[in-house]
């Protein structure tokens, strides 16, 4: 790690990606564990529903008791604890409790999913100055999204094949608990913003405007994700375009590569966050997540286009797949930027629950939508998903939120401090 970077992100970076790595390998190790006990892998799909459905819920609790946590290192050290401990029990629940009692668990995780995902990432703010070390701070973050997303599956279908995947499970409850143990390195010493004393403060018991506070800051993440143009736009246009990812992982396995492709798509991700971490290219961030979705978009036609040649194979698909990962890479830094500069102060973890919560979500719906249309040719799903990317470049581009930010070089712009003058 240079000397460009905050000494912050050191902790940082290890407590992302482990608790990120435990999260991501949820998606194979739990369908995996449940094929293994029961012979199908429909508890599996229901039950990582149970895990995925909470997000949209609980990203603005979750934002809010970020935003206000007097001790970040205690709340997310609790957190990322409680991560490893519904992980662990669904290893154990998983084909061998009622069904009931297994989804009870993984609803209870998936409300922490906001917490590892969005609000995570909002402590960045705090870790860093603002500038081009913030700046390059947002990059490595969304490196650690999709390394974890390289590393999480692979670790889970590797530790499948060569133990079991009980053992595969515990194991990622496991990083979610080493996770919790460096938390405690996180902000020493620190509050959270947004929980400095309002006016009226030290004057007696006020709890009616106690409990109109805790009302406002339960809601505040969305209302800003609302009214701000900016977040408002990028919100949008990638909610639009998971809502077609959700479903690429269906669709290449209908392709018959969908190990090799979504390899692909993963690590062209890691790719592209690491290459903005390392260029800093003088682009304002809204207009960089327009150019990244129309290359997503282009990529994912192209693959289409391919894969309407009788048999093409895995292996012709593979390139053009890697390239919309390395799009889907950059967009996502591009977010993550937009968020931290339009989030007011005192919102950024709201924001970024919330933010990441609706992804979620979008993408949840995609895969059941892929589900539901898995006997449609697999190109033409293909394509859908591609004209879901283009067509979320265009809502960004008509929200009209290009150019009204900083650049990812941390160069003067319209930043948080100043929405809404």
């Known amino acids: 790690m240079g000397p460009r970077t905050a000494a912050g992100m050191r902790p940082y970076l290890p407590v992302a990606f482990l608790a990120r790595l435990a999260d991501e390998g949820m998606a194979v190790a739990v369908v995996t564990l449940a094929l293994h006990r029961t012979g199908s892998a429909a508890l599996g799909a229901y039950v ?39 992980i662990a029990a669904s290893a154990a629940t998983v084909g061998t409790a009622p069904a009931p009692v297994t989804f009870a668990i993984a609803l209870a995780g998936g409300c ?24 390059r701070a947002y990059a490595l973050d969304a490196a650690v999204y999709n390394a974890a997303s390289v590393a999480g599956p692979g670790a889970a279908a590797l530790l499948t094949g060569l133990y079991s995947p009980a053992l595969a499970v515990l194991l990622l409850a496991a990083a979610a608990l080493a996770a919790a143990a460096l938390a405690t390195a996180l902000l020493p010493g620190t509050r959270s913003r947004g929980t400095h004393p309002g006016p009226g403060a ?9 409990a109109s506070t805790r009302r406002a800051a339960l809601v505040a993440g969305p209302v ?21 990812i959700g479903g690429l992982t269906t669709t290449a396995v209908l392709l018959g590569g969908g190990g090799a492709l979504m390899t692909g798509f993963a690590v062209g991700a890691l790719a592209g966050s690491l290459a903005v971490a390392r260029y800093r290219p003088g682009v304002p961030a809204p207009r ?34 890697t390239v919309a990962g390395l799009c889907d890479g950059v967009v ?16 950024r973890p709201q924001v970024f629950a919330v933010g990441a919560g609706l992804k979620i ?9 892929a589900g539901l249309f898995a006997a449609r040719p697999a190109p033409l799903l ?34 948080g401090t100043d929405v809404g003058r």
């Not at 970040?72 to 490893?84: E, K, T, V």
């Not at 030290?202 to 106690?210: F, I, L, M, N």
């Open 112 to 135: 922490l999913g906001p917490l590892v995902t969005g609000a995570l990432s909002g402590l960045i703010g705090l870790l860093t100055p603002p500038g081009p070390v913030r700046d």
């Open 382 to 415: 293909l394509l859908a998903i591609a004209a879901l990317q283009l067509m979320s470049a265009l809502l960004h581009v008509l929200l009209g939120a290009s150019g009204r930010t900083g650049t990812l070089l941390g160069r003067p712009g319209r930043t």
């Open 288 to 321: 960089l997540a327009e150019a990244a979705l129309l290359g997503l978009g282009l990529a994912l036609a192209a693959a289409a286009a391919v894969a309407l040649v009788p048999s093409p194979g895995p292996w012709l698909l593979l390139p053009f797949f």
């Open 202 to 210: 030290g004057a007696g018991p006020q709890p009616h405007r106690a």
């Open 332 to 347: 996502l830094t591009a977010t993550l930027r937009v968020r931290s500069d339009h989030a007011p102060p005192g919102t």
């Open 224 to 244: 800003v994700v609302w009214r701000v143009r900016e977040l408002r736009a990028i919100t949008g246009a990638t909610c639009l375009a998971f809502l077609g």
């Open 48 to 86: 990582l529903m149970a895990w995925m459905a909470p997000h949209v819920l609980a990203a603005p609790l979750a934002g809010s008791i970020a935003a206000r946590a007097s001790s970040p290192r205690l709340l997310y050290g609790a957190g990322l604890g409680c991560l490893g401990a519904a």
């Open 361 to 369: 979500s979008a993408a949840a719906c995609g895969a059941g939508l």
